[in-house]
């Protein structure tokens, strides 16, 4: 049997919202928001369609092409993703000073 030495190992109760956006490009969105107590406040973003996952805050949203790496998306699907979350992403809370 294989032994694996833990970086960390804990359960925490999260809010999942499950939303499917269009925008003005016709690219569908099927996102699972995931708000947890890690990340520092930022959001765990799947798109469900590629199974792509990324943490995302507002600092991640300004950096360019960050959503563009993470899902594979052109700049102009990328612009229209990042409008929909700026609506959803908060600012950055630091839970565990």
């Given amino acids: 049997m ?3 030495d833990f970086l960390y190992d804990g359960t925490e ?4 919202r499950f ?17 947890t107590n890690r990340f520092y406040g930022k959001k765990l973003v799947t ?3 590629t199974g792509r996952t990324a ?5 991640d949203l300004e950096e360019e ?3 563009e790496h993470a899902y594979k998306l ?9 409008a929909f979350l700026s609506d959803v992403v908060g600012p950055i809370s630091f839970t565990d000073i």
Avoid: H, W
């Avoid at 109760?13 to 999942?16: D, F, P, R």
């Avoid at 052109?74 to 990042?82: D, F, G, W």
């Fill in 55 to 59: 943490v995302i805050g507002p600092d």
């Fill in 65 to 67: 092409g960050y959503l």
């Fill in 47 to 49: 798109d469900m369609q």
């Fill in 74 to 82: 052109n700049e102009e699907e990328a612009n229209e993703l990042r």
């Fill in 19 to 35: 939303v499917c956006v269009v925008g003005e490009t016709l690219r569908r969105f099927d996102l699972a928001i995931t708000s």
């Fill in 2 to 4: 294989t032994e694996f």
């Fill in 13 to 16: 109760e999260t809010k999942t």
